[in-house]
């Protein structure tokens, strides 16, 4: 898709920046808004758990999928739905 609308270069410009200046929380940092972590088996990287809890005080969800990739919501996309779909339930407006 990216080769016939040439935007491929613009594309890769997420991977460049993050492997140009990786992402870091400077030290007490707290991000305390609800979040949910699905973890797809064939995408990298995986972060721990506890690297997560580190910046990430209000972990709701964290789903260990059984399969799925990078592309989840083309790959497993009921897997996907059902996981955001609890955990947008449990969220309270």
């Known amino acids: 898709l990216y080769w016939f609308t ?43 758990r506890s690297w997560v809890e580190r910046v990430f005080k209000d972990i709701r969800q964290w789903t260990a999928m059984p399969r799925g990739g990078h592309f989840a919501a083309l790959e497993q996309p009921a897997l996907l739905a059902q996981d955001l779909t609890a955990f947008a339930g449990g969220l309270d407006f």
């Open 6 to 48: 040439r935007t491929v270069a613009s594309s890769m410009r997420l991977y460049w920046e993050t492997r140009a200046r990786p992402l870091a929380f400077a030290s007490g940092t707290a991000i305390n808004v609800p979040l949910a972590v699905a973890l797809f088996p064939k995408e990298l990287p995986m972060p721990p």
